[in-house]
């Protein structure tokens, strides 16, 4: 079948799009950043002054960042590159222990990327493998406390995990081996007993991103040129979109129903954003934490108590960061 691909292609200034569980053979740069005569984004309101920011620097010789993520209990998981690494991959996978990174690169993979951990920290994870002839392959598990649980191989598709909630429910992305191209939101169980497929209608893409204790799940979907985000509540899709934004991809939702991601602005910046009680709030690095350009921000994750997660470049590269509600916040 078709290989997923790690990441887009370079964004203009040298910076790329970070989100390889985002972007598996999504969008086009050109369809992406071809920002010329589209309209501008409407102003959010400002909700970056409502937190408290943490940086938190990738492993040691990282060149890139690629998800940065957290559960309740505070553990953090990041995805992230080194420099000879294979571009059409993951890169590799780390958790935070005790202020330290350790790498929990499936044995045997050749690049591993990480889903938003459950409250009990359990960490899906999906791996590459060259298999005989030459032939790649996507194999996915669960780290928990040191130790892997294989997911078996579905039968028919290859998918990539993005998400996990508590009661063991698991939420990402599908490539259809028979119409190259056409990608497919996927809910399933660890044991495969549940393994069922979704499509907004009429869309050429379909990608699950995170997934709550209800099991509502928050994704994007591409249909006629339009790339909106939304909300699955088990019977509709109800669309999330940022005024005026290229497009709006939803990363996650907590038990709250509060809801964290990412958009593009008529003019190709990456911003944050977050959705409270059908309030809208942009969420972007303020210029005091950046070193020169600030040439992104995304945000990954949210958790009940209303951290956030996620990642910005500056000019001394990519940084992961935990924002943490003020006293207060409204």
Excluded at 298 to 319: M, W, Y
Aim: charge should be negative.
């Amino acid at each position: 079948m078709e290989a997923f691909v790690n990441k887009d292609t370079q964004e203009p200034g040298g910076k790329r799009h970070p989100h390889p569980l985002i972007t598996i053979l999504i969008l086009s740069l050109a369809a992406l950043f071809c920002a010329r005569g589209q309209p501008a984004s409407a102003q959010l309101p400002d909700g970056t002054q409502d937190y408290t920011i943490q940086l938190i620097e990738p492993p040691e010789g990282a060149v890139a960042v690629w998800y940065t993520l957290m559960n309740e209990s505070g553990l953090v998981a990041m995805q992230y590159g080194l420099p000879d690494d294979d571009p059409r991959f993951f890169g590799h996978t780390a958790v935070l222990e005790k202020g330290t990174w350790k790498n929990i690169d499936v044995p045997g993979s050749i690049s591993t990327g990480v889903g938003a951990p459950s409250s009990s920290g359990c960490v899906p994870v999906t791996y590459v493998r060259e298999e005989a002839g030459g032939v790649f392959a996507y194999h996915s598990a669960v780290y928990h406390r040191g130790a892997f649980t294989v997911i078996p191989d579905h039968e028919t598709y290859q998918f990539v995990l993005n998400s996990m909630n508590d009661r063991g429910t698991l939420v990402g992305v599908i490539a259809d081996p028979e119409i190259p191209g056409v990608y497919r939101g996927v809910r399933l169980n660890s044991s495969l007993s549940v393994f069922e497929v979704f499509d907004v209608p009429e869309s050429s893409l379909t990608a699950f991103f995170g997934i709550n204790n209800a099991s509502l799940i928050v994704g994007r979907y591409e249909r006629d040129g339009e790339r909106p985000g939304f909300l699955y509540d088990g019977r509709i899709f109800t669309d999330i979109s940022v005024p005026g934004a290229l497009k709006t991809a939803p990363e996650s939702i907590n038990n709250n129903k509060v809801i964290a991601g990412s958009y593009v602005r008529g003019d190709g910046s990456w911003n944050g954003f977050m959705l409270e009680k059908g309030v809208l709030k942009d969420f972007t690095i303020p210029a005091e934490l950046v070193t020169g350009e600030l040439y992104y921000t995304l945000v990954d994750c949210i958790t009940d108590n209303g951290r956030l997660s996620g990642e910005f470049g500056d000019d001394n590269g990519d940084h992961g960061f935990i924002a943490t509600p003020k006293p207060g916040r409204k």
